[in-house]
Nanobody
Framework: QVQLVESGGGLVQAGGSLRLSCAAS????????MGWFRQAPGKERDFVSS????????NYADSVKGRFTISRDAAKNTAYLQMHSLKPEDTAVYYC??????????????WGRGTQVTVSS
């Protein structure tokens, strides 16, 4: 139904910024809420942020609130996660997902394969 591909990950110093992108296939992008999750080595996958299908309603994990911004561009079939003031504890593989708005993985039937974000101190 939909395929997702993340990009924009990399190595950044603490305090720096990165913008992750999630490109979705097809014209059905706008019918799904979009979410970002992350998974650090040896840890479970955690919710980061989500945005509803209109782009109006957003939700953030407490750990990233005030530092990260989620957005979407329907014309480009792309969702974004703008990350500022990055910390070493933000280091993880970041995944985008399409589906519901809830802060848990079970609400999202479609997933990208992830992009690595590494924050050095």
């Amino acid at each position: 139904q939909v395929q997702l591909v993340e990009s924009g990950g990399g190595l950044v110093q603490a305090g720096g910024s990165l913008r992750l992108s999630c490109a979705a296939s097809g014209r059905t992008f706008v019918v799904y809420a979009m979410g970002w999750f992350r998974q650090a080595p040896g840890k479970e996958r955690d919710f980061v942020s989500s945005v509803d299908r209109s782009g109006s309603l957003t939700n953030y994990a407490d750990s990233v609130k005030g530092r990260f911004t989620i957005s979407r561009d329907a014309a480009k079939n792309t969702a974004y996660l703008q990350m500022h003031s990055l910390k070493p504890e933000d280091t993880a593989v970041y995944y985008c997902a399409a589906g519901g708005l809830a802060p848990n993985a079970s609400a999202y039937p479609y997933w990208g394969r992830g992009t690595q974000v590494t924050v050095s101190s």
